[in-house]
């Protein structure tokens, strides 16, 4: 385990992956010899869909597994655990081989780069009620136990509340903030959080931006100029465009990863609510299906409940 990463991995106290396959007997012994059977395979399909795997996932999984069978590589229920641990392991390898942006130590916010950005900028996306605004407290109380300092900017200028929510958290967590007046800019209000956290030597700054459907073309072109802009005041910002999605969101997941990431090239997900979820599959789909690594799990609604995606212990928790 790696140092400093809690052993929850959570999704909430729903019975694991594993527990469900056993429960529909795929772990016989005698059936796995015999070559699995229909109902055996369709009975998978099904756990791992109703997981949130998806359907690609799913498939690709249930047919290496005959394979593996056939050729006598899956033989027992240790054989089987085995198996799928690996595969979907090699679903998370391959995101992170596939993505350009590479993740600092799971301890870290990304601040310690090696090519020494300051300040290095997280843009924060999302629909409405994933978590944006508590994934950036979270993100500046991690920044704050590295002794890092940050500047929050408020972006979203038009939900009420939405600035002195995001406030509220600054001052909690003694972090700068920058926001605008009601119905400002968003731009413009990226442009001054940056222009005052490169004058000001800050370490870190998150942008929480609006929420909004994946659907709404205007809000996406306003995201792309906030992007444009923060990185004209900052050479190679943002350095990370981190898309925060709802864990307990299925499918949906999917089709939010696929439309923000043909607005902004994504780097990384966050899957806040996971410990409400008790399917986990969101992010073996996620990851398989766009080649953008899991960063983050959300697991509670206080300033310490993030932590840093840990493949190992996700598969797991997922397999315990």
């Not at 790696?2 to 106290?13: A, H, I, P, Y």
């Not at 050729?71 to 641990?85: I, T, Y």
């Amino acid at each position: 385990m790696k140092e400093g990463t809690s052993r929850r991995q959570g999704m909430g106290r729903a019975r694991s992956l594993w527990q469900k396959i056993v429960d529909v007997s795929l772990t016989d012994v005698s059936t796995l010899v015999r070559g699995i059977d229909e109902d055996s395979i369709e009975a998978l399909e099904q756990v791992l869909l109703e997981a949130d795997f998806g359907v690609d996932v799913t498939m690709e999984l249930v047919e290496d597994l005959e394979r593996a069978a056939q050729r006598g590589k899956v033989k027992s229920e240790s054989d089987l655990r085995a198996f799928l641990a690996a595969r979907i392991r090699s679903v998370f390898t391959e995101a992170a081989e596939g993505s350009e942006f590479e993740a600092p130590a799971a301890t870290g916010t990304g601040v310690q780069e090696a090519d020494g950005a300051r300040p290095r900028v997280i843009l924060l996306l999302g629909v409405n009620g994933t978590g944006k605004t508590t994934t950036a407290a979270k993100l500046v109380s991690r920044a704050n136990g590295e002794g890092r300092s940050v500047l929050l900017a408020a972006t979203d200028t038009f939900r009420s509340g939405a600035q002195e929510q995001l406030r509220i958290w600054a001052e909690r967590l003694g972090a700068d903030f920058v926001g605008g007046q009601p119905g400002a800019d968003p731009a413009a209000v990226a442009f001054d959080a940056a222009t005052a956290a490169e004058s000001r030597g800050t370490d870190l700054l998150i942008v929480d931006t609006a929420g909004r459907l994946h659907t709404q073309r205007g809000l996406m072109d306003e995201l792309r100029k906030i992007d444009r802009v923060v990185g004209r005041i900052i050479p190679g910002a943002p350095h990370e465009r981190l898309l925060v999605v709802d864990a307990t969101a299925g499918q949906n997941v999917i089709h939010q990863a696929r439309e923000f990431g043909e607005a902004l090239p994504l780097t990384g997900i966050v899957l806040s609510k996971f410990d409400s979820s008790g399917r986990g599959g969101t992010a073996v789909a996620v990851a398989r299906d766009f080649h953008v690594p899991v960063r983050w799990l959300g697991t509670g609604e206080r300033e310490g409940d993030l932590e840093p995606f840990d493949p190992d212990l996700y598969v797991e928790k997922l397999l315990g």
